[in-house]
């Protein structure tokens, strides 16, 4: 594959990004969810 | 006593699980797809390869960006200005930037291999850097102090103002000279020139990012709702400490 490192750089911050985004939004969810009573989850 | 552990409800629900699952399966055609099965570009070889992440994630941040102004529209407009609408709007905009920073680093490894140099000033890159930074001054403006209904009304209007960048970074490459191509799939002539597993690619590509920016902005707003109410159960109970305080 020509220009390998540069095409394996855009993959690897994309979902890199994408996956670490992810990880931070569902672990921010989980500690704030033990903070907040259901009762200010209308989604539950 | 009871020895039961304490359970909570979180942010994810059985519809959230579905879009994430789908992203799942979307992203990872993507990756297997244009790093592996698409055939190279007769013209940059397998540089195109870049395209499959580029064109989905710069497709995100605009649907991200409109997302922001409708659903701050919908604040502005609503009788009851609902902070649900603004939430909705904040979080897309922090979905739309993540995604925009992406497109501008895909665009400008893309660029180094196909233009000779990772930037230029050229009326597409200029205007996208443009926008970009309007967003980041937007969530800037949204964390400054005040109430939810403080920061709903100061960001709607930024928002509203700032979705008018959207046509000028897309038209950009139409109405000046610009190094950067003009839309391929969204031609106006509808006359597209691709390979159709690299058109399945793309167009999965786009799916997939668009569920991946609904999973994300589902949880995100979430999030500001649970932010909003330990805020407003923090100044309650300050509020009554005051009071009881007057009282003594």
Redesign the interface.
């Known amino acids: ?4 490192g ?6 690897g ?3 890199g ?2 996956v670490g ?2 990880i931070y ?2 672990r ?3 500690n ?7 009762k ?5 | 006593m009871s020895t039961e552990a304490q359970t909570f409800k979180g942010v994810g629900t059985p519809a959230t699980r579905m879009y994430g699952l789908m992203a799942i399966v979307a992203l990872g055609w993507v990756l297997l797809g244009g790093l592996i099965f698409t055939p190279e570009d007769a013209v940059q070889g397998d540089a195109v390869r870049i395209m499959y992440v580029h064109v989905p994630t710069a497709w995100i941040a605009y649907l991200a960006f409109i997302v922001t102004g409708v659903a701050s529209a919908c604040w502005m407009i609503g009788r009851k200005h609902s902070l649900g609408f603004d939430r909705v709007a904040g979080a897309s905009a922090e979905v739309g930037v993540v995604f925009m920073a992406m497109t501008l680093l895909s665009g400008s490894l893309w660029g180094r291999i196909t233009w000779g140099t990772f930037w230029v000033w050229d009326p597409r890159l200029t205007t996208t850097a443009f926008m970009f930074v309007t967003y980041i001054g937007y969530l800037a403006v949204r964390g400054l102090g005040g109430t939810a209904q403080q920061r709903a009304r100061r960001s709607s209007v930024i928002a509203l103002l700032a979705v008018l960048e959207i046509p000028l970074v897309h038209f950009s490459v139409v109405m000046w000279r610009s190094l950067h191509q003009r839309a391929t799939v969204l031609s106006p002539d509808g006359d597209i020139k691709m390979d159709g597993l690299m058109l399945f690619t793309l167009l999965f590509g786009v799916f997939g990012f668009s569920v991946l920016f609904a999973w994300l902005v589902s949880h995100r707003q979430r999030i500001m709702a649970m932010q909003d109410a330990r805020q407003t159960s923090a100044l309650d109970v300050a509020v009554a400490e005051r009071l009881k305080e007057a009282q003594a």
């Open positions: 594959m020509n220009h390998a540069f095409i394996i750089a855009v993959y911050i994309t979902f990004v994408i985004l992810a939004t569902i921010q969810g989980r704030l969810s033990r903070t907040v009573a259901d200010d989850k209308p989604w539950t």
